[in-house]
């Protein structure tokens, strides 16, 4: 048994994603003293690793790579369209965008590859395109509109993850719209007997020195003429200091991406070990255990550990963080602050108070109440109270508790993580807290 | 029709000698006795609140595979790479009957706690794999250390 401890700091985050570990970056860099609390990873380490701020929500379905507009031109169509959207709700400060995104690239230089001005179209292991305003190094070379040559997608033998012929015919079909001609073929990883892997596995394995190393020569080998670069499943290395992707590269000779990563997402994974490696690096300090308290100024405990501080960010994420909860109605577990749902028109706690799952609809394409229900902010971040003011001094919320966004669906939630962790650290770093 | 007249007969033989004649002659003993002197032999054992809590517990589960990755048994032990910890009180939790076809991963369990802190919906997997373990291994089979009760 660890004895208590009393620690005091400037700013508390609650939550340990892309949202919380951005304000806390954010926070720090602004000079402040902060204190990180977190039960588990979350949703962002189930993400596929890439990072989507806003899909351009004129673009054709069958066009996505004509979508090619900048991320802050396209999260203004989406926020005119979606007025309940964090993105909506943030107004101006929804300029603070590319920035945000900027400070992300930087906090996480190591993993993240450098932002276009356009998003990259990145494959997922069924054949489709995706927009990602970010993406891991490990990625970036599959974008489909700066593939020079033709794509190979190299299934991996012993992995039953990816069907690489099906990969290789749906993205055939981006071939008259820009995209390359792709390509599928099975190499052997080199991995001895063991039959059958599952990701985490394979990507455990291909760490050792020499792994990736045979693993490239055998893409190497399978490589028909032409190739200009090849996909392989996400299974790249766990960690990212085992700089597997770049081995294998250098070992195959031509440029190697990973496919978008379904879960269990080791991309998603080598995500949340970037973001605590720059905790870390950055001077943050970070509990493990859940948080209960009362809220800013007053103690709060997390295991042994009783943290005071003037300042918070709400970042505890929605259904999979444990941000949000069902339990007969929906709930915010920490705080109970109102949680909110809309429908159509209609928007309010009430809604919330319904059964949760009178808050779903038939039509998959149609709006999904209980998947967008979550806390209502201002424009700076603080979250309201069931009368619309802001329900304490010095909380700020950011990430996926913030309702508005089907933030596992609509591609939009690992952008909306940075931009409000972003805002709502710098915010929390000042004394004002605010303005 | 021979078949029908003897299946018949079994029942009527069944309702009219051999039941009345077990019930004159039966052991004594509780409820929960008698319950598992006719059901356990069939893999049936009966539900108790702390099973229903397990399995209360167990359904936060989104079966994301996360807890694997702080499991090194999952890693090592081949019985367990084929059907994760995870899986075990996935599939089985609730199904008494088919949990005895877990028990080798179950089994090997080292009880080191290495996968709760990794669950994002704060499933108690530890805790749910003793109860399982003990269960199919017979009470108070408790994981070799790092047992907090
Ligand atoms: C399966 C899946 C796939 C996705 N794929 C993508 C994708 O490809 N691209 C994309 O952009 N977005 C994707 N998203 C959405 C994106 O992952 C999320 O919107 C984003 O990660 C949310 O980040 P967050 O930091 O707000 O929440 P989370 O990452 O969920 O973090 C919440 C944190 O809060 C902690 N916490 C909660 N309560 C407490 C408490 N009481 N005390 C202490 N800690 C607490 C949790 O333990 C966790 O650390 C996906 C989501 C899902 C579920
Ligand atoms: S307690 Fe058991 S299931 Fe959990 S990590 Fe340890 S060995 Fe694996
Ligand atoms: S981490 Fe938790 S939710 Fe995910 S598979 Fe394991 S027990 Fe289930």
Request: net charge positive; with cysteine; charged share 20%.
């Amino acid at each position: 048994m660890v004895s208590p401890r009393a620690v005091a700091a400037d700013v508390l985050v609650v939550g340990g994603g892309m949202a919380g570990a951005i304000a806390a970056l954010a926070a720090r860099e602004a000079g402040a003293r902060v204190v990180l609390a977190r039960r588990a990873p979350g949703a962002t380490a189930l993400s596929s690793g890439a990072i989507g701020v806003a899909p351009d929500p004129l673009a054709l379905p069958g066009e996505p790579l004509r979508a090619a507009r900048e991320p802050l031109e396209a999260a203004r169509r989406l926020a005119r369209l979606r007025p309940d959207h964090p993105y909506a709700v943030l107004g101006e400060r929804l300029g603070a965008l590319p920035e945000a995104l900027a400070f992300a690239a930087r906090v996480l230089a190591p993993l993240l590859a450098p932002p276009l001005e356009r998003p990259r179209f990145l494959a997922t292991p069924f054949g489709t395109a995706v927009p990602a305003a970010l993406c891991q190094r490990s990625q970036a070379a599959g974008d489909l509109l700066a593939v020079d040559g033709a794509l190979v997608v190299a299934g991996l033998r012993g992995h039953l993850g990816l069907d690489a012929a099906l990969a290789a015919a749906g993205l055939e079909r981006y071939r008259a719209r820009g995209g390359p001609r792709a390509f599928a073929v099975e190499v052997d990883p080199g991995l001895g007997e063991v039959g059958l892997f599952r990701p985490h596995e394979l990507a455990r394995a291909l760490e050792p020195p020499g792994a990736a190393e045979a693993l490239g020569r055998a893409i190497r080998a399978a490589l028909p003429a032409g190739a200009g670069a090849a996909l392989v499943p996400p299974v790249l290395g766990l960690r990212p200091e085992a700089r597997v992707p770049e081995r294998v590269a250098a070992a195959a000779g031509i440029p190697v991406a990973e496919l978008l990563a379904d879960v269990p997402s080791v991309p998603g994974v080598r995500l949340q070990a970037a973001l605590e490696a720059a905790l870390a690096a950055a001077g943050v300090e970070v509990v493990q255990g859940a948080l209960q308290g009362a809220g800013p100024g007053k103690p709060a405990m997390v295991g042994a550990d009783e943290i005071t501080a003037p300042r918070w960010v709400l970042a505890t994420g929605r259904f999979v963080g444990g941000g949000v909860v069902r339990r007969g109605t929906l709930r915010e577990p920490v705080l109970g602050l109102p949680v909110q749902a809309a429908e159509g028109r209609e928007a309010g706690v009430d809604l919330a108070a319904r059964p949760a799952a009178s808050l779903t609809g038939a039509a998959r394409s149609g709006p999904q109440p209980l998947l967008s229900a979550g806390l209502r902010v201002d424009a700076l971040l603080r979250p309201l109270d069931g009368r619309g003011r802001p329900a304490a001094d010095g909380l700020f919320a950011a990430g996926a508790v913030l309702g508005g966004h089907e933030q596992a669906s609509d591609g939009t939630g690992l952008g909306v993580a940075i931009l409000t962790g972003y805002l709502a650290g710098r915010a929390a770093a000042r004394p004002g807290g605010g303005e | 029709m021979a078949t029908r007249a003897g299946a018949l007969s079994y029942l009527a033989w069944r309702a009219l000698v051999a039941h009345p004649l077990r019930r004159l002659f039966r052991r004594r003993g509780t409820g929960l006795e008698r319950f598992r002197a006719a059901y356990v032999a069939e893999g049936l054992g009966p539900t108790t609140p702390e099973d229903r809590a397990i399995g209360e517990a167990a359904s936060a589960c989104v079966a994301c595979g996360l807890c694997e990755l702080g499991c090194e048994l999952a890693v090592a032990a081949p019985a367990v790479r084929a059907l994760g910890l995870h899986a075990a009180f996935r599939l089985y939790s609730r199904s008494v009957a088919e949990l005895p076809l877990a028990t080798s991963a179950l089994a090997a369990c080292a009880g080191c706690d290495g996968c709760d802190a990794l669950c994002p919906t704060g499933v108690p997997i530890s805790r749910i794999v003793r109860h399982l373990r003990a269960k199919v291994l017979g009470e108070g089979a408790a994981p070799a250390q790092g047992d907090r009760g």
